[in-house]
């Protein structure tokens, strides 16, 4: 299939690019309540508990304060990973299948402040 290995290679990395690229830009970091998913930038990541399966239940001012992980109007969702359309008509991620948001509290990467506010917010968990 492959005439060498430098070809496989290189066909591998551009697979696990563009893999890289459907996963929307988060990851898996440790924070001060262990592994947790957090955006680009390292910021905490939070689901919703008022959030039914692949719909958002944070809008207008709730949104303010739990901003939306934004998906591009032409991302792909892949794995656990897919996009919803929010109730204004923006894309957003979701991991196995709940919405995941910022807290807009959270200073810095690593910050896990949301967790547990009105007993509805939790730190969304790989």
């Not at 905490?44 to 239940?57: E, I, R, W």
């Amino acid at each position: 299939m492959f005439k060498n290995i430098a070809q496989a290679a290189i066909i591998l990395a551009a697979l696990g690019t563009a893999g890289i690229a459907l996963a929307q830009d988060a990851k898996v970091a440790e924070t001060s309540k262990g592994k947790a998913l957090v955006d680009a930038k390292g910021m905490t990541l939070y689901v919703f508990d008022k959030d039914s399966a692949g719909k958002s239940a944070c809008n207008d001012a709730c949104a303010t304060n739990w901003p939306p992980l934004k998906a591009a109007a032409d991302a792909k969702a892949s794995g656990d990973w897919s996009v919803i359309t929010r109730d204004d008509g923006a894309k957003q991620w979701a991991y196995k299948g709940k919405p995941v948001y910022t807290w807009a509290k959270d200073s810095k990467p690593g910050d896990v402040t949301g967790d547990g506010v009105n007993n509805v917010w939790h730190i969304a968990t790989p």
